[in-house]
T-cell receptor, first 108, second 116 residues
Framework: GQSLEQPSEVTAVEGAIVQINCTYQ??????LSWYQQHDGGAPTFLSY????GLEETGRFSSFLSRSDSYGYLLLQELQMKDSASYFC?????????FGKGTTLSVSS | GAVVSQHPSRVICKSGTSVKIECRSL??????MFWYRQFPKKSLMLMAT?????????EQGVEKDKFLINHASLTLSTLTVTSAHPEDSSFYIC????????????FGPGTRLLVL
């Protein structure tokens, strides 16, 4: 079977740093992506890791360890607008398989 | 950036009718398009993968006769929910992938279907 595990909820305050972990078990792996989805909206692409290591894009960074089947999304200098659901997704070669999502709530 | 549109954005229909949802890539050629279904507060569930000019590949548990997918061109895929029932009410999202860009999928804004 294919499975991706990530925490269901995370809460933090403005200005803080949050790390959302994702472990995966899939048949086929080309890379790990992260998507953000606000209530009622479509997912938007945040980052992609195909190789081990850290990718940084502004306030967001994503990390991958293929040997551990593990990755994380790091959000820095949190803002209220970062309150959303965050999904990790594995690219299996033919499709994206999504995790169940992590709801991030940022308070002032 | 790449833009994917979906139409309609919202539809309410009577039980037993069929509903067609269109997904278009506006500024790139989408060799592969994907259809997802999402329940409130839940993850995106892949329903099927469609490649231009060929039959769609359905995920296990998805009825191909219920959810008809056509990928007629490099910029258009359609999902038809046939003989819709209330349990088909959901948020349907399409995504498109550019040729040679396997790592990035661009999502449409989604279609909210309510079957009465």
């Amino acid at each position: 079977g294919q499975s991706l595990e990530q925490p269901s909820e995370v809460t933090a305050v403005e200005g803080a740093i949050v790390q959302i972990n994702c472990t995966y078990q899939t048949s086929g792996f080309y890379g790990l992506s992260w998507y953000q989805q606000h209530d009622g909206g479509a997912p938007t692409f945040l980052s992609y890791n195909a190789l081990d290591g850290l990718e940084e894009t502004g306030r967001f960074s994503s990390f991958l360890s293929r040997s551990d089947s593990y990755g994380y999304l790091l959000l820095q200098e949190l803002q209220m607008k970062d309150s959303a659901s965050y999904f990790c997704a594995v690219i299996t070669g033919t499709a994206l398989i999504f995790g169940k999502g992590t709801t991030l709530s940022v308070s002032s | 950036g790449a833009v994917v549109s979906q139409h309609p954005s919202r539809v309410i229909c009577k039980s037993g009718t069929s509903v067609k949802i269109e997904c278009r890539s506006l500024d790139f050629q989408a060799t592969t398009m994907f259809w997802y279904r999402q329940f409130p507060k839940k993850s995106l569930m892949l329903m099927a993968t469609s490649n231009e000019g060929s039959k769609a590949t359905y995920e296990q548990g998805v009825e191909k006769d219920k959810f008809l997918i056509n990928h007629a061109s490099l910029t258009l895929s359609t999902l038809t929910v046939t003989s819709a029932h209330p349990e088909d009410s959901s948020f349907y999202i399409c995504s498109a992938r550019e040729r040679g860009r396997a790592e990035t999928q661009y999502f449409g804004p989604g279609t909210r279907l309510l079957v009465l």
